[in-house]
């Protein structure tokens, strides 16, 4: 199946990420949200990446405008019926990413494949709720997605070859590497990343270490590039709190327990540095530890 016209619904740092890569590679890329302002920082976003990227000599300023001009924006859900491939990233709640599909449902064209990036909910009951589960999947994309190499794809159980092989082949066309991972919570990267994650919240939470020594222990201890509690703000803590509440129901195992330390961030609206407030501060001129 050829795709050429791309739906991204969600246009927060994982939405921008994926309409800046796929208009790189020369989909036209029609980008919704619930609010035009989400719109216009996504736009803006994506411009800035895509102008680093141009500083850097990645890209030419041809490059750079043309991905600019194959991304549309609308406030109507309805509009993405028109495309081959939707991809939604909105946020990691199930209600809301059910609500999305059902409400798309009636605007698709009969081939249109959709797919969710979600991080860590099941790709078969969310395609069960539509009237395609053989066109449905999860495409799994990692933060910050123009610089990750990997996409996770996932096939629920009644995603059909053709689909799996569509997307498969957009993956290779971005120049990405795919990853095929089973229908099971948090798939494969967040099954063993949020778990680390969630530990280190513990370590903080029992006073083994502070947010700089658990941080820099994990970078000049295990080479990660971010320490645990960095690259929690970077995610959203509210996303890694959603992935650990999956992981815990759905493998029914204390051992994905919450701490409820995140869960305190969470609830204070301290989400990381989309808020500009997590395990560290990001209002001053350098992050500042909050413990
Ligand atoms: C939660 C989920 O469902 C799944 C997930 O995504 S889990 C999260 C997975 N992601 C990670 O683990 C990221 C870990 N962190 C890293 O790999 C690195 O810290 C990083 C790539 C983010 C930044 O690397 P760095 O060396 O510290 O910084 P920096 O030198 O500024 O950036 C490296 C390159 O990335 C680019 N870059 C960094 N952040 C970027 C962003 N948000 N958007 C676009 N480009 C970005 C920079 O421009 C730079 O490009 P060049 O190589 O062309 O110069
Ligand atoms: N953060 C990460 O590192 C990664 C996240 N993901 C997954 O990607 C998805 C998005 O995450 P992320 O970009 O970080 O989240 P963000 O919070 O940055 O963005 C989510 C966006 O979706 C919007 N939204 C909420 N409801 C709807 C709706 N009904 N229709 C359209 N847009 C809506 C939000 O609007 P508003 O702000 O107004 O609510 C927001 O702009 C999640 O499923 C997450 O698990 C996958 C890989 C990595």
Known sequence: MDIQKVGVIGAGQMGNGIAHVMALAGYDVLLTDISQQALDAALSTVRGNLARQAGRGKISEADMEAAMAR??????????????????????R?????????DLQPHLLPHTILTSNTSSISITRLASRTDRPE????????????????????RGIATDEETFAACKAVVDKLGKT?????????????????????EAVYTLYEGVGNVRSIDESMKLGANHPMGPLELADFIG???????????HDGLADTKYR????????????????KTQRGFYDYRGEIPVPTR
């Open 71 to 92: 991304i549309s924006t609308t406030l109507t859900l309805g509009d993405l019926g028109q495309t081959d491939l939707v991809i939604e990233a909105a946020t990691e």
């Open 94 to 102: 199930e209600a809301v990413k059910q609500a999305i599909f059902e």
């Open 135 to 154: 066109r449905f999947m999860g495409f799994h994309f990692m933060n910050p997605v123009p610089v990750m190499q990997l996409v996770e794809l996932i």
């Open 178 to 198: 795919a990853a095929s991972a089973e229908d099971f919570p948090a798939f494969i990267v967040n099954r063993i990343l949020m778990p680390m994650i969630n």
């Open 237 to 247: 803590l509210d996303t890694c709190l959603a992935i650990m509440n999956v992981l």
């Open 258 to 273: 919450p701490c409820p330390l995140l869960t305190k961030y969470v609830e204070a609206g301290w989400l990381g540095r």
